[in-house]
């Protein structure tokens, strides 16, 4: 066979498939075109937030509102709301150790990965947690924590996002280095770890310095760890269902000032 035969053989195959290949995915929202959802009152987006989100919630009988109580939320076709990943991770950089960011693909409204393109493939990794707060500068932990945020923006709006949640920052005090998570805490301070969760998700989510709106929009969410309690990772077969370390009653508390600057001073994303 000539190669002017394979050619024209080719080249209507390529004229067919170079559109697909070389279109870039955008990021998915629930009242973006093409959905036919737009007569629903809540993709007027001249409406308060909060009004469209209750408008919103209006419409989900039990079972739909039920399958959006996990981290991995469904998709609501009929609505036109694609699915949506709670769990990213960004104590240091945007991780691929979360579900809601892609490196080698983008993702469907319904949330299924497609690997056939991706045009962001390595993020910003800053040094862990408990090295930047060593340095005990506020700034410069509000301007890592800033380049994450539009890091993980970028991602999204290339259509290798699915959520723009991100659980950060690890609030908890670094106790006792049996727990084997104290390197994505800023240390066992107390006052230190308030000011640096302060500064890092004003920094995340697009805020000053000294806490002033740049924008309408969040850039991104930070959502501070863990409150309540953390696990022990399943570790060559240790999990927290069968290790006991007969601690004393209080190591795991976490002092009042840290979860109260997480939920006031900073104004994280409600």
């Not at 699915?83 to 892609?102: I, K, N, T």
Request: hydrophobic content about 40%; overall charge positive.
């Amino acid at each position: 066979m000539s190669q002017l035969l394979i050619v024209n053989l080719l080249t209507p195959l390529i004229f067919f498939l170079l559109p697909l290949i070389l279109a870039e995915p955008g990021p998915i929202y629930a009242c973006s075109p093409p959905n036919p959802v737009q007569h629903f009152p809540f993709s007027e987006t001249s409406l308060p937030i909060l009004h469209r989100s209750r408008l919103l919630v209006s419409l989900l009988p039990l079972p739909e509102k039920l399958s959006q109580l996990t981290n991995s939320a469904s998709p609501i076709p009929r609505l036109g709301v694609p699915a949506y990943e709670w769990w990213s991770e960004s104590l240091h950089g945007v991780s691929r150790h979360g579900r809601g960011f892609q490196f080698n693909g983008t993702f469907e409204r319904d949330g299924s990965v497609v690997a056939r393109y991706a045009s962001i493939g390595s993020a910003t990794m800053f040094p862990q947690v408990i090295g930047s707060a060593a340095a005990f500068d506020e700034a410069l932990w509000h301007r890592i924590a800033k380049a994450i945020g539009t890091e993980a923006r970028a991602m999204f709006n290339a259509g290798q996002g699915k959520g723009m949640t991100l659980w950060a920052p690890n609030i908890n005090i670094y106790r006792d280095p049996r727990w084997g998570r104290g390197q994505e805490t800023p240390g066992e301070d107390p006052l230190l770890t308030s000011r640096y969760v302060v500064a890092y998700e004003r920094g995340l989510q697009g805020y000053t310095f000294d806490g002033r709106k740049t924008q309408d929009y969040l850039q991104a969410s930070a959502c501070c760890k863990h409150f309540a309690a953390h696990d022990l990772d399943n570790w060559h077969g240790t999990t927290r269902y069968v290790f006991d370390a007969k601690e004393a009653r209080f190591s795991g508390h976490i002092p009042t000032s840290v979860p109260k600057m997480c939920a006031r001073r900073d104004k994280p994303a409600q």
